[in-house]
């Protein structure tokens, strides 16, 4: 074996390790995040609470995600990554004090905070550590990864449900715990070299605008299955907890068969502009399915094949991405695109769980699935213009 091949395989077990350690620390935010909103439910029949945990989850990380990319392109990646699981472990610690609201939502703020630093950092490692014809491998086995971490901590979410608060602070430390033992930092360059600043970021973003501003319209209408998953099963179709579990299941197991599909080469990691419209145009018709589907044996065949849709999505647009932004300002970028990816999360969350103090909440689901529709055919022409944009031929051009 040549001395550039060892060097691969060694950058490849790093990743492995990295990507392991991630979705431990993913699978724990999942467990933390199940059992909570469906407890806040349980225990107090409101929806309006169980919103808030998606909230602040996602509130958490907008308010450092700027500072976040900076730091993750001027330091070693691997070394926040591993900071960031350390200090994740004491957060989940905070539990033991008891489980009032105001712990459970410092703890959902903090600790879905640090996960998301470890998948950023990792995110910024492939760039460093990976051959770019391995970037769609790497974002595919990333992507699905991310989907056995939910599958593992929606599963343990549901068994804690019935097992209680003690066994679940265990099992949150002890994930957090070997998730920061497997991210032990490497010896790694910081990417940017030259001190660039957010002004040079803005290029890329320009070009890529109006896909932004679509993903932020999504995002935000997509948080409405989290803020309303668990009083459709237990208000509306009156199902106990396992039901909650299965449907909460059906889009990760889903995003693990797309990304088998996309690593088995059945569908192609390059973008295309056609594949990717009818899958956000099929996701507004899922959502609407989930909010009038009286029947709750479907709902998780309908989350199921909401995760195929989104990985394929998401797939084609991380390894476009990982492409055409420079190492040394991936961190950078990251951090701003996700403030458009996620933004509207939070503030849609609240909106949601503040709605549905008026209005019976399966109709603002509804009208949540009617608006993706209609945003659905705009995707193709901001995707062609971002094309353009780069100078990057589509998939269906190429077949031409």
Same mark, same amino acid.
Do not use: C
């Given at each position: 074996?040549?001395?550039?091949n060892l060097y691969i395989e060694r950058n490849r077990r790093i990743f492995y390790r990295f990507l392991i350690a991630r979705n431990l620390a993913k699978a724990s935010t999942f467990l933390f995040y199940v059992y909570f909103?469906?407890?806040?439910?349980?225990?107090?029949?409101?929806?309006?609470?169980?919103?808030?945990?998606?909230?602040?989850?996602?509130?958490?990380?907008?308010?450092?995600?700027?500072?976040?990319?900076?730091?993750?392109?001027?330091?070693?990646?691997?070394?926040?990554?591993?900071?960031?699981?350390?200090?994740?472990?004491?957060?989940?610690?905070?539990?033991?004090?008891?489980?009032?609201?105001?712990?459970?939502?410092?703890?959902?703020?903090?600790?879905?905070?640090?996960?998301?630093?470890?998948?950023?950092?990792?995110?910024?490692?492939?760039?460093?550590?990976?051959?770019?014809?391995?970037?769609?491998?790497?974002?595919?086995?990333?992507?699905?990864?991310?989907?056995?971490?939910?599958?593992l901590g929606i599963i343990g979410g549901g068994a804690m449900i019935y097992l209680g608060i003690l066994y679940l602070r265990i099992f949150l430390v002890a994930l957090a715990f070997l998730a920061a033992a497997l991210?032990?930092?490497?010896?790694?360059?910081?990417?940017?070299?030259?001190?660039?600043?957010? !002004?040079?970021?803005?290029?890329?973003?320009?070009?890529?605008?109006?896909?932004?501003?679509?993903?932020?319209?999504?995002?935000?209408?997509?948080?409405?299955?989290?803020?309303? !998953?668990?009083?459709?099963?237990?208000?509306?179709?009156?199902?106990?907890?396992?039901?909650?579990?299965?449907?909460?299941?059906?889009?990760?197991?889903?995003?693990?068969?797309?990304?088998?599909?996309?690593?088995?080469?059945?569908?192609?990691?390059?973008?295309?502009?056609?594949?990717?419209?009818?899958?956000?145009?099929?996701?507004?018709?899922?959502?609407?399915?989930?909010?009038?589907?009286?029947?709750?044996?479907?709902?998780?065949?309908?989350?199921? $094949?909401?995760?195929?849709?989104?990985?394929?999505?998401?797939?084609?647009?991380? $390894?476009?991405?990982?492409?055409?932004?420079?190492?040394?300002?991936?961190?950078?970028?990251?951090?701003?695109?996700?403030?458009?990816?996620?933004?509207?999360?939070?503030?849609?969350?609240?909106?949601?769980?503040?709605?549905?103090?008026?209005?019976?909440?399966?109709?603002?689901?509804?009208?949540?699935?009617?608006?993706?529709?209609?945003?659905?055919?705009?995707?193709?022409?901001?995707?062609?213009?971002?094309?353009?944009?780069?100078?990057?031929?589509?998939?269906?051009?190429?077949?031409?």
């Open positions: 074996m040549t001395d550039d909103i469906w407890e806040l439910v349980a225990k107090f029949h409101s929806v309006f609470l169980a919103g808030l945990v998606p909230a602040f989850s996602l509130l958490g990380y907008l308010l450092i995600v700027v500072p976040e990319g900076h730091l993750l392109d001027r330091r070693n990646r691997s070394r926040v990554f591993f900071i960031a699981d350390a200090i994740l472990v004491l957060a989940y610690s905070l539990l033991f004090l008891g489980d009032t609201i105001l712990i459970v939502m410092v703890v959902d703020l903090v600790s879905s905070l640090l996960a998301w630093v470890a998948s950023d950092s990792l995110q910024g490692m492939i760039k460093s550590i990976m051959p770019e014809d391995q970037y769609g491998k790497a974002v595919s086995m990333n992507q699905t990864g991310t989907a056995i971490s939910e599958i991210s032990f930092p490497i010896v790694m360059e910081r990417a940017d070299t030259h001190g660039k600043n957010y !002004g040079e970021v803005f290029v890329f973003i320009r070009k890529m605008a109006f896909l932004l501003v679509l993903s932020l319209i999504l995002n935000g209408l997509f948080i409405s299955l989290d803020v309303y !998953g668990s009083g459709l099963i237990r208000i509306v179709l009156h199902a106990p907890a396992y039901y909650y579990t299965l449907f909460l299941l059906g889009f990760p197991i889903g995003s693990v068969l797309g990304g088998l599909l996309i690593s088995m080469g059945k569908i192609s990691s390059k973008l295309s502009l056609m594949l990717v419209t009818i899958e956000v145009l099929f996701i507004g018709i899922l959502l609407l399915a989930v909010a009038i589907d009286p029947d709750v044996f479907i709902e998780p065949l309908l989350t199921l $094949a909401m995760g195929v849709d989104v990985i394929i999505i998401n797939v084609q647009l991380s $390894a476009f991405s990982l492409k055409v932004i420079p190492n040394d300002l991936t961190g950078r970028y990251n951090s701003i695109s996700v403030l458009f990816s996620a933004g509207a999360s939070p503030v849609m969350a609240l909106l949601f769980s503040a709605l549905s103090r008026f209005i019976y909440f399966p109709l603002v689901l509804e009208g949540a699935a009617i608006i993706a529709i209609a945003v659905a055919p705009l995707t193709y022409f901001a995707m062609r213009s971002m094309m353009r944009a780069f100078e990057v031929k589509t998939e269906e051009s190429t077949a031409a």
